[in-house]
């Protein structure tokens, strides 16, 4: 059975529920200030102005302001505890999701828009938290409100009471029928926003090719599209929230004029006094006020719900990739490495929500969802409709097997897309195989906790990634504990010391976001020096020289070769003069090895291999060609 939203977010809440049974009893406490002043005002007009009965004004008065002042000193330490409880819970479920999203599998990533999960991490739970401190505990004082209030208004004049509820079966029809359109818009506003982070990060992060093809107007044009829809779909929530909130104005003002028309003849005909007739409305204020405000509250509500979804939508997926309750550990590893009959399959996700009209589904725009049909008067159940996904699969390797002893360098080469990086991607179980086994050390890599797995393997990629704080801070990445005495080694020993030095603040220089006041060279010598800190048995170069120039590949190429000794490397280079000293070469062409063996070899052999290399040595540098030899 599928829990709503509510349910669902109020059973997470549990920890939390002392702290929400105090703030509704400091509420309940309030409200002794806005149900006692109506007594007190019918005793200073009948009683006190009338120059009736033994009280004086004074006495009456400072009652009166006792309670008032009261009242806010409770209704202080109310907000501030509803602040902390709102914070607190954002804070946790913040992190929950954050920690959730560390474990999912990168293939998790390959299918989604990094400003998309952003949006769901930051934009939806700060929403989220508003439903219990500003929905769920507002809507259980106004219910208390109305309950006090309508018990007062009883105990006064049964009939003039009656005769003000009449408004509610008005207000229930309105509100069933208003809440569904509400719910559907604010669902189509959050959605539209995940497009519009998803797009605002991507483009960001290319701003480079976005100017250097003259891609401003058309990134602007979808933009201004995305944002338009969003501003359509916010419109929309609000026109409907303010409807409701205008109509149950409407019924209260009915209610308040019928009110004073009935009472003020009772009043005429000296069935009631002045002083009764002003505290029935003072009350019926207080049963009113909580019905008006219920609309707005109702915004919040459905608006916060809809966070939860998309909240939940991320919790619900599970990682692909699960350590085993058995897992063992692996304090040490040999790098002995055996693939055996190892297939991978990709599945492409492509995700899109539906058009209303029927047509098909637009990757930037979100429609909203039509309203179901119902009865006016019944309450109907507003669960989200399902984007339309597609799988799209594609073979990535297949029937992969092989062998890589401890402290051998192998090559994988081949045209791109033919299934390099997906096989390295297997050793540190980034991917899951579909069928097949990958072994290290003589057991399953399944069977070691992927902690322990990863912290013996490295990887230096061609693109790599540094993250936005010192140079030190990304070194010691991998390695925490590091000294400095430790640091340093490594980054001389990866030819990045003198660089490092020339910067002004040496090893704690902030080189920006992804590195970017570094070179390309500076950024892989930095990659490189975080690897050899790290000291892995297994190490993983993914055309760790392809993009460099002549004198940054010698430095970088230099360091390589220090942090390749003694360790299991994995090589993928599209350049043959780095992997001709390899141990062994694979050859990967369409997801299948379809070579394999030493340089020579495999040019005796033939093949694709030897096309390769001649096509190559025709674009070959006379020191590469040196290299050769």
């Not at 200030?33 to 004086?56: C, F, H, M, N, R």
């Not at 999912?104 to 828009?113: A, N």
Request: glycine letters at 8%; a neutral charge.
């Amino acid at each position: 059975m599928t829990i709503s939203p509510v349910k669902r977010y109020l059973l997470w809440a549990k920890p939390y529920w002392w702290t929400i049974g105090l703030i509704i009893a400091l509420g309940i406490v309030q409200f002794v200030a806005p149900l006692s002043t109506p007594i007190y005002t019918q005793l200073l007009i009948d009683e006190v102005l009338a120059g009736k009965g033994d009280l004086g004004l004074y006495p009456v008065v400072g009652i009166m302001a006792a309670i008032l002042f009261f009242g806010v000193v409770v209704n202080f330490f109310r907000h501030y505890c509803s602040a902390l409880l709102g914070n607190r819970m954002m804070k946790d479920l913040r992190e929950q999701l954050y920690t959730h999203l560390q474990k999912m599998p990168v293939s998790f990533y390959d299918q989604r828009q990094v400003g998309g999960i952003s949006s769901r991490v930051i934009h939806d739970i700060g929403g989220a938290q508003n439903l219990i401190g500003g929905g769920i505990i507002n809507l259980v004082l106004d219910l208390f409100m109305v309950l006090f209030a309508g018990f007062l208004l009883f105990r006064m004049d049964a009939f003039l009471a009656a005769l003000s509820l009449a408004i509610l079966p008005f207000y229930y029809l309105s509100f069933t029928n208003m809440n569904v359109h509400i719910r559907l818009a604010w669902r189509s506003v959050h959605r539209q926003m995940e497009r519009i982070s998803g797009t605002l990060v991507e483009r960001m992060a290319g701003i480079r090719i976005v100017q250097a093809f003259n891609g401003e107007r058309q990134e602007q044009e979808r933009f201004s599209g995305q944002t338009k829809q969003h501003y359509k779909h916010t419109l929309s929530a609000h026109l409907f929230s303010n409807v409701l909130g205008r109509l149950s104005e409407t019924f209260a003002h009915t209610g308040g004029i019928v009110i004073w028309l009935v009472g003020g003849s009772m009043v005429l005909a000296g069935k009631m006094t002045a002083g009764e007739i002003i505290a029935f409305q003072m009350l019926l204020g207080n049963l009113y006020g909580p019905i008006q405000r219920f609309a707005d509250v109702n915004v919040t509500i459905q608006n916060s719900i809809t966070n939860i979804e998309r909240v939940f939508e991320v919790l619900d997926e599970k990682p692909s990739i699960e350590e085993s309750e058995d897992a063992m550990s692996m304090p040490r590893c040999d790098g002995h490495i055996v693939f055996r009959n190892v297939s991978y399959t990709y599945s492409a996700r492509n995700l899109a929500y539906p058009q209303n009209g029927g047509g098909p589904a637009n990757p930037d725009l979100v429609e909203r969802e039509k309203a179901p049909k119902r009865f006016f008067w019944k309450p109907t159940s507003v669960r989200p409709v399902p984007p339309e996904i597609t799988i799209e699969e594609r073979q990535g390797i297949k029937n992969i097997s092989f062998e890589a002893r401890s402290g051998e360098v192998i090559a994988l080469v081949g045209p791109s897309g033919a299934g390099k990086s997906t096989l390295i991607n297997l050793i540190p179980r980034f991917y899951e195989p579909a069928c097949g086994e990958v072994y290290i050390d003589g057991r399953d890599i399944r069977e070691y906790r992927i902690d322990d797995l990863r912290k013996h393997i490295a990887l230096v990629l061609q693109d790599n990634i540094l993250f936005s704080g010192s140079i030190k801070d990304n070194l010691v990445y991998g390695r925490p504990d590091a000294t400095m005495k430790e640091v340093v080694a490594a980054a001389k020993a990866a030819n990045a010391h003198e660089f490092i030095t020339d910067f002004k603040d040496g090893y704690d220089s902030i080189i920006g976001e992804r590195g970017m006041r570094l070179s390309g060279g500076q950024k892989q010598r930095l990659a490189i020096a975080r690897a050899i800190l790290k000291d892995p048995k297994i190490l993983i170069l993914d055309e760790a020289t392809s993009a460099l120039d002549s004198e940054s590949e010698a430095m970088v190429t230099e360091a390589l070769e220090r942090l390749m000794e003694g360790r299991t490397t994995f090589v993928i280079a599209h350049r043959l003069a780095t992997v001709v000293r390899a141990n062994q070469i694979l050859v990967v062409d369409g997801g299948e090895i379809v070579q394999r063996g030493s340089h020579g070899k495999l040019l005796r052999e033939g093949g694709l291999y030897r096309k390769l290399y001649e096509q190559q040595l025709k674009a070959m540098r006379p020191e590469e060609l040196a290299g050769l030899a």
